[in-house]
Each structure stands twice: as structure tokens, then as C-alpha cells.
């Protein structure tokens, strides 16, 4: 294994780099306070070229390997993990079409997100099939005309008010069938100079191949406040066999391979945080001097600082096997995705607690930005498979 990156992964680390130092730092805590969506923000990444990056090369004109993504979502993610974690939404809709849809459906349903810089939710999660997403009730059933139609309602999902497109998954037949199929259902085309970034408000689309989405009001969070989040209700959606991806009995499997995916993703996502947190504590504590000292150069803080670059560390390490996993294709990889995600997110929740900590009674203030950050680093151990279901994963791939 080598430590090196190649050219092209050194270059989007420093491009994201600058555009994190540009774009994101200097607005990241007035956007947060004002609950602003950070579109004009997403659409200058997508500009750059550093979304959708699960989208084939034949569709995108290029290809970004898996180690490159996991350093463009860790640099985005130390300017804000929200704005990641919506920008990365893109590939957890879009990586199950690009795996197993046919050439028209890629073209279809992934051209979009190329031609413009739209958003996609991924919508799995139901308000009683969280961890267990199994117990899904959102089912497709066969109409007299022949043709599906698609009702269910799925909670907590990332985008849904400004999202372009939805990838379902929902029971075939009905809500205690074995099968789970993915649907893709492509909505109004919001783009970021037309959206009202500032809505508090549900919506609702009457599908012009019929049938009704209902978005819910934003959901108000505790952290990653600059990510939008909102139910998804479907009412009697038609959908024609095109809009199936894969086989329609498949679906629990192709939610096992997009989570297998996504999770280093998120790992990133828990890295870029941790390192954010370390480097705002290490500036914070060289500053401020009590009892004569900095508080970086008293033993007991040196001590939590290094703390703190261990698990940071021990975290990366542990995200780019992972992404290195991937890249080869590893039989293994799930393993190893769930072991980058746990860690990850207890370093991003070590080094938030523990910088805030460091920071004394600075650190419960909202004008400083560990505060955003531990509230932030909270639904890295959720989202995506709780801390302990990665767990089952690893222990289930040991024995
Ligand atoms: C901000 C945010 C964004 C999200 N984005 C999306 C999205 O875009 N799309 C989407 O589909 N979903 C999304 N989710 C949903 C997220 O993936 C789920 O919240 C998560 O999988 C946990 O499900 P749950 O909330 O129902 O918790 P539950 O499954 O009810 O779990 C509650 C607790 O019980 C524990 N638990 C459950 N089962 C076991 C077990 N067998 N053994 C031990 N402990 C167990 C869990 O670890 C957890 O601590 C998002 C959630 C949030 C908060």
C-alpha cells in the first residue's frame, strides 16, 4: 500500500483546500446562525467539479478514484460537515444507478446532475424502519393498467426540499414482502438561483406522470444545521419499468452495496470534523495564557491535545484503507468501511468534546466554532448506521 497520492488526488486536495479557505470559513458560522441553505455554496463545488463523484466517466467525462473522494468530502467537511454531508447525498442517490442501472437509466437519471447543479435525495429510512430498514413499509403495487404506483412515507432524509430527483426504496407487492425494489422518481429541476433557500416550508409536487410528493417543513436540528433535512411522502407515484433500477426484488442488496459505499464517505465526513476541531483547540490554546502559561503548554491540556491528534489519526489511517478497499475492490471492503466510519465518528465527537473542554467557558459560547462543531459531530455515530450496527457488521464478517 502506498502512502503517496498520485498528482491528480494531490490536486483536488489543494483545490478544495482553497475553496473551503474561500468559500465556506469565512461564512460558515453567520450562514448556520441565519439557517440558511448554502446552495450558491454547493453549486460553486459543483462548478469545480468535486460533486457527484460516484457518476461514471462515460457520463461525466471523467473519473475520480475512491481515495480522491475520500480526500475531497474530509476537506470539504473541515469547512462544514452540513454542506458535505449534502453534497455527498448526490452519490448516496446516484451510486445505485450507476451500479445497476442499464445504459439509458445512467443516462436518464445521471445526466441531469452533470448538466446542472441539482440535488438528489436518498430515501430509505422510514419513522419505524430506522436501523432495521427491513421492517419498510413504502410499497409499489401492480395497477389494473399494468403499471406500478408507489405509496409510503420515508423520514430524517438529507435534501428532500430542494432535491431534483428521489432514489426509493419500498416493498414489491406489499409491506411485508421479502422483495425491496429501488425506484428513481424525477421531480421539479430546482436550481440553486430559483430556490428559496430560506424556506421553512413544506412543498408539494403533482407528478406530471401522476401522483403527488409531499416534502415536510426542514426539519430543525441540532447540528449540521446547514444541511436540509425533511420527510418524503409518496401518494399513488406511477412508476414505469424504467424507473426501476436493477431487479425489482434485489433492493436489500443494493442498499447493502451503496452503504457499503457510502460509509467511508462518511468517515470523511467525521475526519475532515475532527481535524477542524484539533486545528480551532491547537489555535484556541496557543492564544490563551492562564496562570502564566499557555494552556497548550500545560502538561495535563498537552496531554488532551495529543489525545485528540491520536484519534484523529488513527481515524484517516483508518479511512483510507477503507478507500483503498474500494479503489481495489476488496471482497472485504464492508468491513473495513464500517471499522473507518466508528472510528471516525468517535474522533469527531472526542476532539469536539474535548476541544470545547479546552476551550473553557469560550467554548459553550455560540461565537466560537467548537460549540457548532460538537453539536455538529452527533449524528456521525447515527446517520447512515448507528454506531452499533457497524458493529454487527464487523462482528457478523468476523465469525
Ligand atoms: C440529519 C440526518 C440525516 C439523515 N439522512 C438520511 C437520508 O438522507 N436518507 C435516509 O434514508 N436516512 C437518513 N437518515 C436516517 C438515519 O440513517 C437513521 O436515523 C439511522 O439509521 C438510525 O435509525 P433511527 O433513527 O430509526 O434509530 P433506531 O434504529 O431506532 O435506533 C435507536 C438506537 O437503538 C440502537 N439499536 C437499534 N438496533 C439495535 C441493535 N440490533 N442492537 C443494538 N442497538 C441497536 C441504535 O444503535 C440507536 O442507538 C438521517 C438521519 C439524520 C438525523
Redesign the pocket.
Known sequence: MDFNLNEEQQQYLETVRRFVEREISPRVLSLEREHVFPFDIIKKAWELGIMNLSIPEDIKGYRIDAIASALIIKELSFGDSGIS?SAM?ND?ANIVIAMHGNDEQQKMFLSPFVDAPLLA?????EPG????NSAMTSVIRKGQDGRYVLNGG??????ASYASQFTVFCKVGKPTSPFIACVVIPSLQIEPETADVTSQNSREITLPSGGRVTTGKP?D?LG?RL?N?ATVTFEDVVIDDAQIIGDRRLGFQYITEVLDYARPMVAAIGVGLAKRALDVTLAYTKERRQFGERICDMPVARETLVEMWKKYELADMALMKAAFMIETGAPDQGKYASLAKNLAAEAAIFCATEGLHLHGGYGFMAEYEISKLLRDAQ?ID????????QS?IIGRELI
Open positions: 454531508t447525498c448516496l435525495s436518498f430515501c430509505l429510512t424502519a430506522g436501523s432495521d420515508k423520514s430524517f432524509i438529507t435534501n426539519e436540528k449540521q444541511s433535512t449524528i447515527i446517520y447512515e448506521g448507528t454506531r452499533e450496527v454487527m
